[in-house]
């Protein structure tokens, strides 16, 4: 099939970005996304351009590298996926495809359709994680975890951390991403000691590095790969209000 | 040089703790002195760095992802295995060493493989503390199921997504430890070399990935944490970025390379579909537990396949292989279905597949039980295929999938070069030549958490004495020097081109010859191939954009120039050893039935090569089996 990329580029964080459009032929319904741009790239690179600048790794879906604003939506047109489990089936010969990085003041662009996502990370430095030294540990069924918990906490572990949330939001609010980890956590009793601490310092951070407010849109749990409900964003907020009182 | 493997002296079971008691000790105070570089951020990586700051090193950790927690471990979906008996079934570590150990086809040394076995338990402990949501039974216990080649039930699992689980908690224990400033984080960088002073590992040059700076980096050791090289197939089910390059870098300096070609095919990937492919997806082997892999009887069938009658199915491996029928080992499994696609009763349009079918365990267990078990991955195969595994059966093919084979490491995990190490998939130490399901994790744990942080005191304690020499040292010019020169050397080449082209023609050539089975004339074939693509590569590459800038194509380009030469190894590895072992089939080699005919006589040694201008020199590491005597391998 022949189809029309119309595609963000801009050389780096400080330059000024431009959606250049390109012709592509001999792309099949069976590439995935990832791997239609790939034959983009070849082709640019047999005409000495530069080639496209984009993220992926896995390209199954779990890494969350890859993160893309494809016609206007987060990870393109399906729910619940990621852009490199898009196939170009879900596209028609002749189509124009709108190619564009996650837009968030929090994610500055790097390159192209390249973001910087370290905020996240920052995230997950102020508390998303239980402080446990290796070899410290106590036997394994001595903590009895009730099956309805482990499962609860392991709907909400299984963020990516690619960020679509972020993007799709009005606000560009992280609020799903970090009520995603702080749940996880302080849903399991390992997590308890510092279940009040966690949601304060890792709601603090989020502030800090300028992602907006959460007014519970729905937005992000629309396009989230791994499913994650604003359930969890209503979760974090009531333990944010308890920490408040308790921690 | 002579190997020394280094094993402890005792009793199996006590060698480890042996090992511990003699092993040098360094004070808190000195600790801090003392700087440790980690390149690799993943399972084995993470664990490593975040133990060794916790124990109060000073850690600068790299990887290539923007993220550690993209780092591909995040991708193991089936478990983790630990000889924790939950279930009453006889199991016990002894078991689960011998269950390696038959697995790898007695190729692997008995002492690493018992600690394997020893260490997995309290892994298990530690990653519940760390707050992993294993999968539990409603009274609150953790549950197993089985993996191939056991017929107990040791795996550990977290949904479809153990390995995303377990990454999680090691980045977010990293994180810990970049927060109490223990750990440097450099995201985005790869390393490119390695700096030897007096012959002893202190440094790395590494390519700052947004910038394109080459930058240097010194530390009293080094560890490598850097994974797999299934990518020199290009189609597998590793991350488009995986690479050899670091490992690479390291055998060009001095290490050796043990066992290169042993790598596992692994069997139920999706079916690859065209030359445009990037990757094929792993579907996790759990999916064995309930489902069964049947091709038609008749070569000319083109039925789908809910149409096809019982009597007229082969369900081939539990006709060959009655007592562990659907769940035998990976490279066995890959070997039975190449037989049957060969034999032309493959399914699917290239009728390059087989089939996975959950008919009877739904009819069994009703459709609730398998979703609970396995919703991920039938949603996943159907957002790849579009089509409902509830209702039809999975096509499923063999695909590239761990590397069995990496640096040598003794018994502390170094290599050849003191004060470099080798941790996780990048080493060649316990799976022998065929790693059963589920112990990868595991491996990449306990390197990383358990084993590592109690070894490399024994090294450092020296390197306190010495001096810590500096990035102003004449060996960081030099090194320094040579990367720049490889990276203008490929820019300079402006050819016709492009990296995946060539990818896609190595790719094949590794496929075909030094796959899943081998034999002498395709293997010198493939040397002869392999050296023409090298030369072609040099004079035809084109590499477009600037090497002062991110430019994916540079780095593809780096990455493969290194997966041309190390294919030229497997190659060689493969064609010296005549046997079949393991994933290492060679087809001169074989009973009548097409069983594997290995050879203890003349190859129950590690092959450990040297790097030799080009060439590669042969060194043994004789196998003594103490406690097992190898037998041979049936699954029947």
């Not at chain 1, 963020?159 to 749940?183: E, P, R, Y």
Request: proline content about 3%; glycine content about 8%.
């Amino acid at each position: 099939m022949k189809v029309t990329f119309k595609i963000w580029r801009q050389d780096s964080p400080k330059s000024k970005g431009v959606l250049k459009s390109y012709e592509t032929d001999g792309i099949s319904e069976d590439m995935s996304f990832l791997e239609a741009l790939d034959h983009l790239n070849e082709i640019l690179v047999a005409k000495n351009e530069k080639v496209v600048a984009f993220e992926y790794d896995c390209r199954e879906g779990i890494c969350g590298q890859c993160g893309l604003f494809i016609n206007g939506r987060a990870h393109g047109p399906h729910e619940h996926t990621t852009a490199c489990q898009l196939h170009m089936r879900s596209f028609k010969d002749g189509d124009t495809i709108v190619v564009e990085p996650w837009r968030a003041a929090a994610f500055p662009i790097i390159k192209d359709l390249v973001v910087d996502r370290s905020a996240f990370d920052r995230i997950i430095e102020k508390g998303g994680y239980i402080s446990a030294k290796t070899g410290t540990a106590p036997e394994a069924n001595a903590m009895l975890i009730p099956k309805e918990i482990a499962d609860a906490s392991m709907d909400v572990a299984a963020c990516i951390g690619c960020g679509a949330c972020v993007a799709t939001c009005k606000n560009a609010s992280a609020a799903l991403f970090t009520s995603a980890k702080i749940n996880h956590l302080n849903k399991l009793p390992q997590g308890k000691p510092e279940q009040h601490r966690r949601v304060l310092d890792m709601t603090a951070q989020m502030e800090a590095e300028g992602f907006g407010s959460c007014t519970l849109t729905g937005a992000c749990e629309v396009e989230c790969p791994a499913g994650i409900s604003i359930a969890s964003i209503a979760e974090m907020n009531n333990r944010y209000v308890r920490a408040k009182l308790l921690g | 040089m002579k190997l020394d493997s280094k094993i402890p002296e005792g009793r199996l079971e006590d060698k480890w703790s042996n090992y511990q008691l003699k092993s040098r000790l360094i004070n808190p105070a000195n600790k801090k002195k003392l700087n440790v570089i980690v390149v690799g951020a993943g399972l084995a990586g993470s664990g490593a760095a975040a133990t060794l700051a916790e124990l109060g090193y000073d850690v600068q950790c790299f990887c290539y992802q923007d993220s550690a927690r993209r780092a591909h471990s995040v991708a193991a979906q089936g478990g983790m295995n630990a000889a924790k008996n939950y279930q009453h079934d006889g199991d016990s570590v002894f078991r689960m060493f011998y269950d390696a150990l038959k697995g790898g086809d007695f190729r692997s040394r008995e002492a690493n493989t018992y600690r394997l076995a020893e260490l997995s338990a309290p892994l298990i402990d530690h990653y519940v503390q760390q707050g992993v949501p294993f999968a539990r039974e409603y009274g609150g216990v953790l549950i197993n199921r089985s993996f191939g080649g056991v017929q107990v039930e040791r795996t550990f699992y977290a949904r479809g997504q153990t390995g995303q689980q377990l990454v999680l908690a090691a980045y977010s224990q990293l994180y810990k430890m970049v927060r109490a400033k223990k750990v440097k984080m450099m995201v985005r960088h790869e390393m490119l070399d390695l700096v030897l002073i007096d012959g002893k590992a202190k440094g790395i040059i590494a390519r700052d990935l947004v910038t394109g700076q080459i930058k240097r980096f010194a530390a009293d050791a080094v560890v490598l944490a850097t994974g797999g090289y299934s990518r020199v197939f290009r189609l597998s089910t590793l991350a488009i970025g995986c690479n050899g390059s670091a490992i690479w870098k390291a055998h060009k300096r001095g290490a050796y390379f043990a066992a290169p070609s042993f790598t596992q095919i692994h069997p139920t990937a999706l079916p690859q579909t065209s030359d445009s492919q990037s990757k094929l997806t792993l579907m996790s082997e759990s999916l064995r537990n309930d489902g069964r892999i049947w091709v038609p009887k008749d070569k000319n069938d083109t039925r789908n396949g809910n149409d096809i009658p019982e009597e007229e199915r082969d369900y081939y491996l539990e006709r060959r292989y009655p007592s562990f029928g659907n769940l035998a080992p990976r490279d066995i499994s890959s070997r039975a279905a190449k037989e049957r696609i060969d034999a032309g009763h493959g399914v699917g349009n290239l009728k390059n597949a087989v089939y996975l079918d959950f008919k009877h365990a739904i009819e069994r267990f009703g459709r609730d039980v398998i979703e609970d078990r396995y919703g991920n991955l039938f949603s996943m195969y159907k957002k790849i295929t579009g089509i409902d595994a509830y209702k039809e059966p999975m096509k499923i093919s063999p695909a590239a999938h761990f590397s069995m084979g990496g640096l040598w490491v003794d018994y502390e995990l170094m290599t050849t070069i003191p004060g470099l190490y080798a941790i996780g998939e990048c080493n060649y130490a316990d799976h022998g030549a065929n790693r059963l399901g589920a112990n990868s994790l595991l491996q990449a744990s306990i390197d990383g958490y358990f084993i590592l942080p109690n070894t490399i005191n024994n090294y450092l304690e020296d390197a306190l004495k010495q001096d810590h020499p500096g990035v102003d040292h004449p060996e960081f010019d030099k090194v320094e020097k040579e990367v720049k020169s490889q990276i203008e050397k490929i820019m300079a080449v402006k050819g016709s081109r492009t990296v995946d082209d060539f990818h896609r023609e190595l790719g094949k050539v590794m496929w075909q010859e030094c796959a899943m089975s081998r034999n002498k004339q395709g293997l010198e074939r493939a040397i002869v191939q392999i050296k023409q693509i090298h030369a072609e590569f040099w004079k035809e590459v084109r590499v477009t954009g600037t090497d002062n800038e991110m430019n994916s194509e540079l780095e593809k380009a780096l990455r493969l120039a290194d997966f041309i030469e190390l294919s030229l190894l497997m190659c060689t590895d493969a064609l010296q050893r005549d046997e079949s072992c393991g994933a290492h089939f060679r087809e001169e080699y074989q009973t009548e039935e097409g069983e594997a005919v290995r050879n203890d006589e003349d190859f129950a040694y590690v092959s450990a090569w040297e790097y030799n201008a080009g060439d590669f020199i042969l060194h043994k590491e004789k196998l003594e089996f103490e406690y097992v005597q190898p037998s041979v391998r049936s699954y029947k």
